[in-house]
């Protein structure tokens, strides 16, 4: 038996996959979260052998909860199933340890399928997003986008350089080169064409 935790924050979608992934036979769904922070704690309390978990939730992104489990509980294997056919969000999934990436659109077989597959050891990435998944790689470095993520919520440079423990001309720094980089006009144009790219 496959031991399953999910973690979606649409209560009406996770219901909807628990019930579909328990009528499948070898599977069984041993826990449910509806944010990050729960999921990473039940994923180290429960040891499942797959987290099945949504990219956008409250307090912990999926990719967040991927990274964390990679150093606190790598034998708990992640696929990440999303709304975002973006190729940006597939690399960062790849490169946070996630062992699958499936649309929601997909079929409920198809879910299955990838849980067994990557609980085997293998990889399940949806087709149509693995042939571009290398290309356009992010320009930015790791610091680049940390910071626009601060910049991306309103914050102010001062509070971007107590947030992440940095000057704060070296955070105008990391902006001027992302912005730079992105060919935008300023800080805020920049996070949101990194995000719709799916480098943040």
Known sequence: MIRVLLAEDQALVLGALSALLSLEGNLDVVGTAA?????????CELRP????TDIEMPRLSGLDVAE????????VRVVIVTTFARAGYLRRALEV???G???KDAPAADLADAIRRVQAGGRAV??????????????LTDRERQVLREAETGASTADIARTLRLSEGTVRNYLSEAIGK???GNRVEAARQAREQGWL
């Open 126 to 139: 949806d087709p149509g997003l693995a042939a571009e998944a290398w290309q356009g790689r992010s320009p």
């Open 49 to 52: 052998d797959v987290l099945v």
């Open 68 to 75: 964390r489990l990679r150093g606190t509980c790598p034998e």
């Open 182 to 184: 992105l060919g935008a």
């Open 97 to 99: 340890g996630a062992r």
């Open 35 to 43: 944010d990050g922070e729960t999921a990473l704690r039940l994923a």
């Open 101 to 103: 990436y499936l649309l």
